[in-house]
């Protein structure tokens, strides 16, 4: 089977980007990284990506003004250009408009720094200590037209310990993010995720809770 064509969005260093790239240089990887998009010409991705081999392209949302529908449309095009089978949101700073979301429907992949449903938005280490939790962690998602709302398609959980900073918990979730993105994209580029009434099926198997999780160790 052909190796899916994926396209990766980042805004800046794109540190999941370059988890991406380095787990599809493995030879049964079933998916490739062919194109690094991003909306800032200095995100240092882009340099990532391109010492990797990868082709770039830079969108400037700035040269839009405020029409969203045609910065979208505008990254739509240059998607088609490339035959892209799958996108990966990895860092990538734009809210996308309900018409790109219905374009890549069930092809786009986002990862969120907490444990979906819980703390969706902005500030997800500092809520989640403020919060008292005992576990926080990451997800990888379909990207629905709502904020952090997708089918979950994988997480991971770290224990978040009664000292922990903000940053110090944030690099641990980080590792996590690491992990589990490029096992989400091996999962959808293998075809072995469906949707069934907004949900994820793992081969035919529901996506476990969060509450479920055991951080290690």
């Keep these: 089977m052909a190796k899916k064509r994926v396209a990766v969005l ?4 794109g540190s999941n980007m370059a988890a991406l790239i380095e787990a599809a240089k493995a030879p049964d990887y079933p998916a490739e990284i062919v194109l690094v998009l991003s909306n ?3 995100a240092g991705g882009l340099d990532t ?8 392209a830079v969108v400037d949302h700035k040269a839009f003004g405020g029409d969203r529908a045609a910065f ?3 990254m739509h095009d240059v998607l088609l250009a490339h035959k892209i089978d799958l996108v990966c949101l990895a860092g990538f700073m734009r809210l996308v408009t309900p018409e790109f979301v219905g374009l890549w429907s069930e092809r786009m992949l986002n990862i969120h720094p907490a444990l979906l449903p819980a ?3 902005l500030d997800t280490h500092r809520r989640a200590i403020e919060a008292h939790a005992a576990i926080h962690g990451a997800t990888v998602h379909f990207v629905v037209p709502e904020m952090d709302a997708g089918p979950i398609i994988i997480q991971g959980a770290v224990a978040v310990r009664n000292d922990d900073s903000e940053s110090a918990l944030a690099a641990r979730v980080l590792t996590v993010e690491h992990r589990i993105y490029p096992e989400a994209l091996r999962l ?5 995720v469906t949707v069934v009434d907004g949900r994820c099926l793992i081969d035919g198997k529901p996506v476990p809770d969060a ?3 055991m951080p290690p160790a």
């Design 10 to 13: 980042i805004s800046g260093r």
């Design 40 to 42: 800032k010409a200095d």
């Design 49 to 56: 990506a391109r010492a990797n081999g990868i082709e770039t």
């Design 72 to 74: 979208d449309r505008a």
């Design 119 to 121: 703390l969706k938005g």
């Design 188 to 192: 959808v580029a293998e075809g072995r």
């Design 211 to 213: 509450g479920t999780l």
